[in-house]
């Protein structure tokens, strides 16, 4: 079976993700797309790319860890999918040594990382969720030894 183009993974991603917000009422395809955009800034590959627009798939609920399995795309991109896949109740330190055990995954979640931290995206949100956030997204950044960023 012949794996998905990147167009047809972005057309999945934004179809699953259809109606979804992040948390400033964005539209979440556009975090997605960013992602996707900083991915092929830093170099990363084409499978990286495609699993930019499904890293939050999983994980939001929008597709299964089964429908992953049996979709038209390549391990690696499955892998890092899963990898970025935040579990319930998981420690950020079991989070990221999963990341960083997974090829291509750290590369998609500095993208994810920078896109989160955005100033202006963050500057939409009260105080507390601001600060906690952005405590969070520079304790995962040094747990995956990304330069302060």
Wanted: hydrophobic residues 45%; aromatic residues 2%.
């Amino acid at each position: 079976m012949p794996h998905l183009s990147l167009p047809q993974v972005e057309a999945l991603a934004r179809r699953v993700h259809a109606g979804q917000t992040d948390k400033a009422g964005r539209p979440y395809a556009e975090h997605l797309q960013a992602v996707a955009e900083g991915v092929r800034a830093r170099g990363g590959s084409d499978e990286q790319v495609a699993a930019a627009w499904l890293h939050d798939a999983v994980e939001d609920g929008v597709l299964s860890p089964r429908d992953l399995a049996g979709a038209a795309l390549p391990q690696e991109v499955k892998d890092i999918v899963l990898a970025l896949t935040k579990r319930p109740g998981e420690d950020l330190a079991d989070y990221a040594a999963r990341v960083l055990a997974v090829p291509g995954a750290r590369l998609v979640k500095e993208a994810d990382l920078a896109h989160n931290a955005d100033p202006d995206r963050l500057a939409v949100l009260d105080e507390p969720v601001r600060a906690r956030l952005t405590a969070k997204y520079a304790r995962v950044r040094r747990l995956l030894g990304l330069t302060p960023g």
